[in-house]
């Protein structure tokens, strides 16, 4: 089955740094672009970060001006740069594709990796 793999999750004090990254198993093409998204317990999957195909970006506002979403040299897939870490940035974090109507794509979701901020 072809999915994103991602890494780089763990538990990073508030005001810390993390960088994610994440990986296709196998070929997956995306015509738009694609995008981290996160889940918190209770809460719905959400995009929080986009990178389209033709270079630019777009964070919620939730992230804006503390994450950075980029394309990794020679690899098929994205990283996650992420600063000032707070307590509600807790989630499960996954890439996927971006799908021009916003919804959630079906396919391709990986197992995510867990980003837990606490003292």
């Known amino acids: 089955q072809v999915q994103f793999v991602e890494s780089g999750g763990g538990l990073v004090q508030p005001g810390g740094s993390l960088r994610l990254s994440c990986e296709a198993s196998?070929?997956?093409?995306?015509?738009?672009?694609m995008g981290w998204y996160r889940q918190s317990p209770g809460k719905q999957r959400e995009l929080v970060a986009a990178r389209f195909n033709n270079g630019t970006t777009n964070y919620d506002n939730s992230v804006k001006g503390r994450f950075t979403a980029f394309r990794e040299y020679g690899k098929f897939g994205m990283s996650l740069q992420m600063t000032s870490l707070k307590p509600d940035d807790t989630a499960v974090y996954f890439c996927n594709v971006i799908l021009p109507s916003g919804h959630l794509p079906t396919n391709y979701w990986g197992q995510g990796t867990q980003v837990t901020v606490s003292s």
């Open positions: 196998g070929g997956i093409f995306s015509r738009y672009g």
